[in-house]
């Protein structure tokens, strides 16, 4: 056993090519960290159409969610003007002049055009 030891000493192995294992173990942990920045970019190509289509479900998903809400806001403003209108005497006579123009008999309507907003004067304007 003694001899086979003198034969293959482990510590004697890159004792002549010193610098090759040297410059070796100099590009090793390059070559580790290129190889991972290439898996990542390789795995980011393949799953960015994903991710985009993903966002972009997304976003209809939050458009629809608030479109919904804008419609049930819109039926529950039809609903209370139906128990309104069933109900409130007041606001029909209200809807039946502003909207029919009815009146009762005997009264003079008057019907006035809205004020239009007047624009603010330019800035470094007096008057």
């Known amino acids: 056993m003694e001899a086979r030891s003198r034969q293959f000493n482990p ?12 410059a070796w173990h100099r590009l090793l942990p390059w070559l580790y960290w290129t190889g991972i920045a290439l ?7 393949l799953l960015w159409p994903q991710f985009q289509t993903h966002m972009v479900y997304q976003q209809r998903k939050a ?38 123009n009815v009146g009762r008999s005997g009264e003079t309507i ?15 304007h007096s008057r």
């Open 110 to 124: 008057f019907r006035f055009q809205p004020y239009s907003a007047v624009p603010p004067p330019p800035p470094g």
């Open 11 to 22: 510590q004697a192995i890159g004792v002549g090519s010193r610098r090759g294992g040297d």
């Open 39 to 45: 898996v990542c970019a390789l795995l980011t190509a």
């Open 63 to 100: 458009d629809r969610a608030a479109e919904l809400a804008a419609q049930e806001a819109h039926g529950r403003a039809l609903e209370d003007e139906l128990i309104r209108l069933q109900h409130d005497p007041l606001y029909v006579e209200r809807m039946a002049r502003d909207i029919l």
